[in-house]
């Protein structure tokens, strides 16, 4: 079992940096694959960006390369999603997930186990 727990959302600005945070629990982490998904209003939940267990992989949603950064640290059982150059279209819940398979960054949601609660990132223009 593993407990995810996101935080860092908040109301920003068109332009503006957030980052969010996910902590996570249960199990070893350095052996889960971490992605971020969002979900925005009236929309389906959308792979965002993602990291393989030793973070050696990363993969990226197109509409977010060169703006968005994911990163982890093993030893804090944490992963970090920073988010630059923010536009209203960003807006939407995000959320954390973790895949028991270190390797590889599925963009399926299916592919993951466990999901956080989701934080809300609101981009105002």
């Known amino acids: 079992q593993v407990q995810l727990v996101e935080s860092g959302g908040g109301l920003v600005q068109a332009g503006g940096s957030l980052r969010l945070s996910c902590v996570a629990s249960g199990r070893t982490f350095s052996s889960c694959t971490m992605g971020w998904f969002r979900q925005a209003p009236g929309k389906e939940r959308e792979f965002v960006i993602g990291i393989s267990g030793s973070g050696g992989n990363r993969d990226y949603a197109d509409s977010v390369k060169g703006r968005f950064t994911i990163s982890r640290d093993n030893a804090k059982n944490t992963v970090y999603l920073q988010m630059d150059s923010l536009k209203p279209e960003d807006t939407a819940v995000y959320y954390c997930?973790?895949?028991?398979?270190?390797?590889?960054?599925?963009?399926?949601?299916?592919?993951?186990?466990?999901w956080g609660q989701g934080t809300q990132v609101t981009v105002s223009s």
């Open positions: 997930a973790a895949r028991l398979l270190s390797w590889g960054v599925p963009v399926r949601q299916e592919e993951y186990n466990y």
